[in-house]
């Protein structure tokens, strides 16, 4: 029964916490900007940064992954890779647009144990804990998070 009073301190608090959170989550809009588009045949990818797969290409739709606050991005990769095992001080939510990836968790690779995501599913890992990702065929995901976004080894 004693557990039943924190849904009202969230609610209690939203008001005063709310409006703070909400603008050190929420993605940039320029003075009278009224929406974020981004357009699938306009979408600008660029390489990618050397900390990830070769040869993959990113575009970044919202935010900025190097700055804190929300971003949103693509990658995709033509070719299969191996992400080797990392993490991330936050949660990294994915969505797999074409093709499929491979994901599991631990300090190696181990192909037995990941877990397939293929077109339209979607994942979050928590944050801090050590996974790796491979693809054995074309695909494109997008990743939602906090920034600033890093890659630790």
């Known amino acids: 029964m004693r557990e039943n009073w924190k849904p009202l301190l969230a609610i209690l608090c939203f008001p005063a916490c709310g409006g703070a959170l909400a603008r050190e989550v929420e993605a940039p809009f320029a003075p009278g900007q009224q929406q974020i588009q981004a357009f699938a045949d306009e979408i600008a990818y660029r390489p990618c940064p050397p900390n990830l797969p070769a040869g993959c290409e990113m575009a970044v739709l919202e935010g900025n992954p190097k700055a804190p606050g929300l971003f949103t991005l693509r990658i995709h990769s033509l070719a299969p890779f191996v992400l080797p095992p990392h993490s991330h001080p936050r949660a ?31 994942y979050v890992n928590r944050p801090s804990i050590q996974h790796y990702v491979f693809a054995d065929e074309p695909v494109t995901i997008q990743i939602t998070g906090i920034g600033p976004w890093v890659v630790e080894k």
Not at 93 to 120: C, E, I, M, P, W
């Open 92 to 122: 990294e939510r994915v969505t797999v647009l074409t093709g499929a990836v491979h994901v599991g968790f631990g300090a190696s690779v181990n192909r037995a144990t990941a877990q397939k995501f293929g077109a339209g599913d979607y």
